[in-house]
């Protein structure tokens, strides 16, 4: 009997040990994908200027949502130091991993007193998904994990789970004022990082505040308390002064195309979520106000609204469904009576060995994909080569002409584009200058043209995969894949 307890308690504690010790070999590798060019670029200009660093990707003196007080941090760092951006990011993932995880166990122990639960919890959030892997940030799949570990939202779904581990011990116990204040400096700090997890964290601490049962010595009450914590917050996201907060409410446009995606495939991505939600269901019936319930329909109808009223971007609020069915998941098989723990855990375990499998490429990050087995090897996805080829060439401040995919990440190393790799609210004449990359790269565009969209954004350097044929390029350098990078010959 004691045997079997104990393989109970120490094989999930050793298996999330394991994903830990994954995650910070990754770390070491930091592959390469998706917006790190984005972020690395953020923290070079706040390490050349942190009073006023302009747009992160263009040469223009404009705000940008992106500089967060997460990545003023590391900006600062990376100042202080010396170090390159890519190692001040390496440090920047160890913390946010660090913040997740003691966040994820801190916030279990309030659902749970049993000590495998925050394990558990941790291997139902990193492998109970689906069978079609994909990566996008705010999104704790092992394999979106492992290419998003340095980037703000990690530090701040961690920050979120923190939240409502301190909020469920707020509205129980008798808290003063101070607290309450506390909250909602961190309910924004949450926001200003990554604010599509800040929409995530403020719908999980909604459901934490409507879900309390406060105990009746308890002053302030929950709902007064809740509204001074809210007024903080706001204070906090008007005060910060890199860009205004507010405005991004009107954002919308290319944000909506670029996250219809989150809509497709819904069926292949989470249904292994299902057997969470079967576990929701189950703590419904035994609570109308539990808070996993009630976090779960607030995601669901966030979801849901965005996907009829065609604001994909809302999309981004789906953890905010899968996380409580995910934890839900996890409590069922640590919790209740014996007979019924032993059937959720026989679940359990072939759904998180399924979603296991489904993302066993993410392995190949730390192993060379030589040394994986073939079955292994088929499942892994090789990260971006990255742009340091260029670096003997192109310095800081240097702008560089480049289409869509390597202006994502030659920002990183210092350099300009002349239009964002990424949709720029703030950005004012975004259009014109993704109209002018596309004329310089349009076949039989006359070589004064070129030549005028050239002084016009101050253009030193362009790359491109060798087919640009302008007298006023010299080529200096090949890249892989067949690019080439140009001098512009003034």
């Not at 930091?30 to 923290?43: E, I, K």
């Not at 057997?275 to 019936?285: C, D, T």
């Not at 994909?369 to 080569?385: C, F, I, S, T």
């Amino acid at each position: 009997m004691r045997a079997a307890l104990r393989r109970t308690t120490v094989v999930p504690l050793l298996c999330a040990a394991l994903v830990v010790l994954l995650m910070l070999l990754v770390i070491v590798r930091l592959p390469w994908a998706g917006d790190l060019g984005m972020h690395a670029a953020t923290v070079e200009r706040l390490r050349h200027d942190p009073a006023d660093p302009g747009n992160p990707l263009v040469d223009a003196d404009t705000p940008s949502p992106y500089y967060s007080p997460w990545m003023l941090v590391l900006g600062c760092l990376a100042r202080a130091t010396g170090a390159s951006v890519f190692v001040v990011l390496r440090v920047g993932a160890v913390v946010g991993l660090a913040l997740l995880v003691s966040g994820v166990w801190r916030y279990v122990r309030t659902l749970s007193a049993r000590r495998v639960a925050p394990a558990v919890a941790v291997l139902c959030l990193v492998f109970l998904w689906g069978t079609s892997p994909f990566a996008w940030s705010g999104f704790l799949g092992l394999n979106s994990l492992a290419l998003t570990v340095s980037y703000p939202s990690v530090l701040a779904l961690g920050l979120a789970f923190h939240l409502w581990a301190w909020l469920a011990a707020a509205v129980r116990a008798v808290a003063g004022w101070g607290v309450w204040v506390g909250l909602g400096a961190l309910w924004a700090v949450v926001l200003l990082c990554h604010q599509f997890s800040g929409v995530v964290a403020t719908l999980g601490a909604l459901a934490t505040v409507v879900a309390a049962r406060p105990a009746r010595a308890a002053r302030p009450r929950p709902a007064g308390a809740s509204a001074v914590a809210v007024l903080a917050g706001v204070v906090v996201l008007w005060a910060w002064p890199y860009y205004d907060f507010f405005a991004l409410v009107g954002a919308g446009g290319d944000l909506e195309s670029v996250h219809r995606a989150l809509y497709r495939d819904l069926v292949g991505r989470y249904w292994l979520v299902l057997l969470g939600v079967a576990a929701l269901a189950l703590r419904w019936w035994r609570d109308r106000r539990d808070p996993l319930v009630l976090f779960f329909v607030l995601g669901t109808a966030v979801v849901v609204l965005g996907w009829v009223s065609g604001h994909y971007s809302w999309g981004r609020a789906l953890p905010a469904v899968v996380i409580p069915a995910q934890v839900a998941a996890a409590l069922e098989v640590v919790e209740g009576w014996r007979a019924r723990r032993q059937v959720w855990a026989g679940l359990l375990a072939g759904a998180l060995a399924v979603g296991a499998w489904t993302q066993i490429g993410t392995v190949g990050y730390v192993v060379p994909r030589g040394a994986l087995p073939e079955a292994v090897a088929a499942k892994y996805r090789e990260p971006w080569v990255g742009y340091h080829w260029v670096t003997p060439w192109v310095k800081y401040g240097d702008v560089v002409m480049a289409r869509t995919f390597p202006a994502r990440q030659l920002p990183a190393y210092g350099a300009y584009t002349v239009a964002p790799g990424y949709p720029d609210f703030f950005l004012p004449d975004e259009a014109p200058r993704e109209a002018a990359v596309r004329r310089y790269f349009a076949a039989g565009t006359p070589a004064g043209v070129r030549r005028a969209i050239v002084e016009t954004y101050g253009v030193r350097w362009v790359v491109d995969r060798g087919g640009v044929r302008d007298p006023g390029l010299r080529v200096v350098a090949f890249g892989p894949g067949g690019q080439a990078l140009y001098q512009v010959v003034r």
